[in-house]
């Protein structure tokens, strides 16, 4: 049976990856703006990568102080914090020590509400499944699948169903290039992925404590909205 993790990411903004040639380069920077990438690039100093990935961290691996940083960085333009989007990350899938899957453009931490979806899918039975004579011009059975979820935080995303035993993720549909790259259609145990899955939320619910720690810092009561947006659970 293959080991299967769903890891939450954190993605940090280019300026603290690459400040030298990042798009804020280009510009004046205020001293506001200029202290807030320096704490950033001093406070992730020691936090791990994602294996080659400089803007990609392990959200398990941050403490009080990173969650400050990063919280700070990503309201410093707002007026008003319910006015936020989620962080931006996602989740990561690893099988057996090899990510398969990464978070897309524009994901954020409140993708974990489709991949709560993808642990819910269902088995079709395969008396459900519709003959191929259309496509083949033969009798054999289409193989039964589910309805199918898609990682709508970000882009591209893959088309995520079950088909008996396991949930395929089909990365072929869309125009937009997957970035980090990944395989165009691969497949993972379904009761294997809704463990990983699980195990997902409840790192997703532990950076929700770790954000109400820092919630006072910025004179709000929750920071709720940086974790699942406007999710009502």
């Known amino acids: 049976m293959s080991i299967i993790q769903l890891v939450p990411i954190i993605e940090l903004p280019a300026a603290a990856v690459d400040p030298e040639h990042s798009w804020h380069a280009q510009h004046d920077r205020s001293v506001e703006e200029i202290e807030l990438i320096t704490t950033l690039i001093r406070a992730f100093e020691d936090v791990p990568r994602i294996d080659g990935l400089p803007h990609f961290v392990w959200a398990s691996s941050m403490r009080h102080e990173h969650w400050r940083a990063?919280?700070?960085?990503?309201?410093?333009?707002?007026?008003?914090l319910e006015d936020t989007c989620a962080l931006f990350g996602g989740y990561g899938l690893k099988i057996d020590g090899v990510w398969r899957l990464l978070p897309q453009c524009c994901a954020t931490l409140a993708e974990i509400k489709y991949w709560k979806q993808v642990g819910e899918l269902e088995e079709v039975p395969a008396k459900n499944a519709g003959p191929l004579e259309r496509w083949f011009g033969s009798n054999r059975t289409r193989p039964a699948r589910s309805q199918s979820?898609?990682?709508?935080?970000?882009?591209?995303?893959?088309?995520?169903?079950?088909?008996?035993?396991?949930?395929?993720?089909?990365?072929?549909?869309?125009?937009d290039e997957f970035r980090p790259r990944t395989e165009?259609?691969?497949?993972?145990?379904?009761?294997?992925?809704?463990?990983?899955?699980?195990?997902?939320?409840?790192?997703?619910?532990?950076?929700?404590r770790q954000l109400e720690l820092v919630a006072d810092e910025f004179g709000v009561p929750s920071l709720r909205a940086l974790v699942y947006e406007f999710e009502v659970r």
């Open 184 to 208: 165009p259609k691969f497949s993972v145990d379904f009761e294997s992925l809704k463990s990983a899955i699980r195990q997902a939320i409840q790192e997703t619910d532990q950076i929700e």
């Open 149 to 175: 979820v898609w990682l709508a935080e970000g882009h591209p995303s893959a088309e995520i169903y079950r088909c008996s035993k396991d949930v395929v993720f089909d990365c072929t549909f869309e125009t």
């Open 70 to 80: 990063i919280t700070r960085s990503h309201v410093s333009v707002l007026e008003n």
